[in-house]
């Protein structure tokens, strides 16, 4: 959690659950004196192993995803049981449960992240190989070296795997406009709680398109609503907005391309897809109001 957001998300979530690894048996160590429970512990650290993981509001595999946390996460572990792990992860702070399958050792500092929306491991360096695995944007890799194979180049992993070397980009080397990485997501399939490349909703594209920017946001739209940036008067005929304005309505979030354009993952078309903003107050207005607020990042 970013240190700028920590007065303005301890206002906003105090003790929020979603944000707060508490129960009434069971909390966080560093929630002693704040919160009740039977039993305090220490987060054993972990990392996320599979290509993306669902972070369940209930250990269960009926209960519904809150979100998506993606391959390379460092997450914090409170419980295992029974097939299930109950997380926080360092990235944002969502606290979930997680199939304890999807889980692996911090056995090498990542190097790189994934630069593209999607993109294939082979088993080795040639792309003829049958595919090992798929990774989405954002996933953090260790690279311990390179190969070329007809003129393509790979990226080498301590696994033996291998990812094309121009689909990834090293660590601390952020994209200049968070914008044009959400543009990138565009066609992307719209999924409830996602959070990768594919499939993805309309606050987890902003966090997502921010991360790659190398900014760290929240991940609800609520909590974007209320920390990103700084709120915005866009003026009575909302003409003030500009490309990367933040707009929101109560449980949704849309990015401004450009004064007239936003882009956003949403349930009428179901993918990540362009909507003229008037046409979308319009469109949105009739079922569930006007903006709620605006935020300039």
């Not at 659950?17 to 909390?27: I, N």
């Not at 390179?146 to 003129?151: K, L, P, Q, V, Y």
Request: net charge negative.
């Amino acid at each position: 959690m970013l240190q700028h957001q920590a007065s303005r998300v301890a206002d906003l979530t105090a003790r929020d659950a979603r944000l707060h690894a508490f129960r009434s048996d069971l909390a966080d160590i560093r929630l002693k004196g704040e919160v009740a429970a039977d039993r305090f512990v220490a987060g054993r650290p972990a990392r996320i192993s599979a290509t993306v993981a669902d972070l369940r509001k209930a250990p269960r595999p009926d209960a519904g995803v809150n979100t998506q946390a993606l391959f390379g996460d460092d997450v914090l572990v409170f419980e295992d049981a029974e097939g299930w792990a109950w997380i926080q992860s360092e990235r944002d702070g969502y606290v979930g449960y997680v199939a304890d399958t999807v889980l692996g050792g911090r056995d090498h500092a990542p190097t790189h992240v994934v630069s593209v929306p999607r993109t294939f491991l082979y088993p080795g360096p040639d792309l003829r190989l049958p595919l090992s695995g798929q990774l989405s944007m954002g996933s953090a890799l260790t690279v311990t070296g390179a190969a070329e194979t007809s003129g393509t180049h790979y990226a080498l992993l301590p696994s033996g795997e291998a990812v094309i070397s121009g689909h990834i980009r090293p660590l601390g080397e952020p994209a200049a406009d968070y914008v044009a990485v959400a543009e990138a997501f565009l066609g992307t399939p719209y999924l409830w709680g996602g959070a990768s490349g594919f499939g993805i909703d309309c606050s987890g594209l902003v966090q997502l398109a921010m991360h790659m920017a190398g900014r760290q946001v929240l991940r609800d739209s609520d909590m974007q609503a209320a920390t990103i940036g700084e709120p915005l008067d866009p003026g009575p005929d909302l003409a003030g907005l500009r490309r990367g304005d933040l707009v929101f309505w109560k449980g949704h979030v849309a990015v401004m391309t450009d004064p007239e354009t936003m882009i956003h993952a949403n349930g009428h078309t179901m993918l990540v897809s362009r909507e003229g903003f008037r046409q979308a107050l319009a469109r949105i207005g009739d079922l569930y109001g006007g903006p709620t607020g605006f935020r300039r990042p």
